[in-house]
């Protein structure tokens, strides 16, 4: 027919192997979306940033090779190393589970359940200052 376009070919690739994991709000159960997860090799390095999407869902195709994950979901979430290792500043990736992926296999369940930071937890916020002490 007039107007048709030939001569572009492309080949779609099958899967072969990589992560996939949801980020869950840890409070209330919910997906997060917009949270970073970054990919780290065995060595450490970065590999690869994925963003997870409105269902809280990230992936990741990778070759094969052992890999570490962190989140970074900004400043109101304590950053997390997979397998539920918190952060207490920069994460070292290697504190992690470590993750064995292989050709032609998917490791799914790479899962987060974040928790909000609590900027007071000494009682301020109640009134409670029973424990502080008073200078005399």
Do not use: H, K
């Not at 007039?2 to 840890?26: P, Q």
């Not at 090799?41 to 890999?67: C, E, K, M, S």
């Not at 032609?104 to 109640?126: A, K, M, N, Q, Y």
């Amino acid at each position: 027919p007039v107007g048709d376009t030939t001569g572009i070919d492309f080949a779609l690739e099958r899967l072969s192997a990589g992560l996939v994991g949801t980020v869950l709000d840890g409070t209330t159960g919910q997906p997060m979306a917009g949270v970073e997860v970054q990919i780290w090799d065995a060595g450490g390095a970065p590999v690869v940033r994925r963003t997870t999407r409105a269902n809280g869902v990230w992936f990741a195709d990778l070759p094969p090779g052992i890999y570490f994950v962190s989140s970074d979901a900004g400043s109101a979430f304590p950053d997390q190393v997979y397998r539920g290792v918190f952060c207490d500043g920069p994460c070292d990736p290697l504190t992690g589970m470590p993750l064995a992926v292989t050709t032609g296999v998917v490791i799914r369940g790479v899962d987060f359940r974040l928790r909000p930071l609590s900027i007071f937890t000494d009682g301020f916020e109640s009134g409670d200052v029973s424990g502080w002490s008073r200078r005399r």
